[in-house]
Structure formats: C-alpha cells, structure tokens
T-cell receptor, first 112, second 123 residues
C-alpha cells in the first residue's frame, strides 16, 4: 500500500500570514501520462470534506486562488498565501495512483 | 443541485449485518464511479471502497475486503454498501462520494460528498 505522510500535524497561523503543508508518499504518484495522482481536501469543522486541489496542482474553480498545490513524484505541498479565518479545519492529501486509495493523517489548521 | 444523501446507519451488534444506501441527484449517476469513505469521530479519513460506473469493477480496503460489498443500481441513482460480520472497529461515519471519472485509474478524486450516515457496532 502507498503510505501518505503529512507534516506538520497541526499549524497555528496569524490571519494574513502564509501556511504550508507537506505531503510525502512512499511511492511516486507520477503516472505515465505525466499527471500526479494526488489531491488535497479540507474538512471544515462539522462538515464533510471538500475538494481543493487535484492532480497535484489543479485548483478547483470555486477554490480561492490563495490556495495552491505543487510538487511531483513523492513530495507535494499545499500553500495558502494569506490565511483567512474561514480556512480553519483539517487538511488531507490523498493518493489515487493505486488501490487502496490512501489519505494522509490530516493537518489541523487553527487561527492565532 | 448535485446531492448525495446517505442512509441506513444504525446501532448493530458485533457480527451483524447492515446495508447503507446513498441516493444521488443533480447529475448523471451512471457517468461516474462512486466511493465509500469512513471516518471515526475525531480521526482521519479512511477510504473503504470504489465501484466503476457500470458496477463491473469494484475495489476495497484490506480492512473490509471479504466482509463488505459495494454495489449500485443506476436505474435508481443509488449506491449501496452491504456490510457483513461487523466489528467494533467498523464504527464510523460513512460518507458516499462521487468520483470525477467513470472508472478507476484516470486520476481519481472525489468532487462531491454526502453528509454521512453513522454506523455503531456495539453489544
């Protein structure tokens, strides 16, 4: 199974400051078609997860452009350029190169 | 509006069986693969199972393979999860989620999630 490891597991950020979350996989998530099969989700308190980023770096159209995804192979990063209060929650990365599909442990973002 | 509504979660004894349902609306159900994902309260997300658009291919987490069966009825826009030989560690909130594509292997991810249904396995 592909193991996906996130860091840090928790993050406290001042509004307006940047935030960065790392996601590392035990195997390369780069498909032969050139796409990285890595997604990012945010689960806000009391809500279901919502998709933010797919194929490593493609932002869903409704997601604010302060969110960006980068990386390839085994190392990926989710960046928030300027954190806002509504960004609190738990962020998960997920690999879908192979089954079983696996999620990272989650990174809890709190506002200072 | 695209919507997924799960149902069927109850309290069941260890060793018991249960069938979860997910009613889909607002999109062409048989164009997409579907997932079940579960979450123990206060814990992370665990992928459980995936079914291709036509039901011919199914995939499972090791923790449920041989005990759970995913299925779908495209005529009813519905997804199911038959859960047998339930264990206390199966207790969780079970989410139904829509995939972006119709089969596994194309860069899958879930773009729509339901609110979940709670399964509790306890004597």
């Amino acid at each position: 199974d592909i193991v996906v490891t996130q860091s840090p597991l928790s993050l406290t950020v001042t509004p307006g400051e940047p935030a960065s979350i790392s996601c590392r996989s035990s195997q390369s998530l780069l498909h032969k078609n050139g796409d990285n099969y890595l997604s990012w989700f945010l689960q806000k308190p009391g809500q279901s997860p919502q998709l933010l980023i797919y194929l490593g770096s493609t932002r869903l159209s409704v997601v604010p452009d302060r969110f960006s995804g980068s990386g390839s192979g085994t190392d990926f990063t989710l960046k928030i350029s300027r954190v806002e209060a509504e960004d609190v929650g738990i962020y998960y990365c997920m690999q879908a190169l192979q089954t079983p599909i696996t999620f990272g442990q989650g990174t809890r973002l709190e506002i200072k | 509006e695209v919507q997924l509504v799960e149902s069927g979660g109850v309290v069941v004894q260890p060793g018991g069986s249960l069938r979860l349902s997910c009613a889909a609306s607002g999109f062409t159900f048989d164009d997409y693969a579907m997932h079940w994902v579960r979450q123990v309260p206060g814990k992370g997300l665990e992928w459980v199972s995936l079914i291709n658009w036509d039901g011919d291919s199914t995939y499972y987490a090791d923790s449920v393979r041989g005990r759970f069966t995913i299925s779908r009825d495209n005529s009813k826009n519905s997804l199911y999860l038959q859960m047998n030989n339930l264990r206390p560690e199966d207790s969780a909130l079970y989410y139904c989620a829509k995939d972006i594509d119709d089969y596994f292997g194309s860069g899958n991810y879930m773009d729509v999630w339901g609110k979940g249904t709670t399964v509790t396995v306890s004597s």
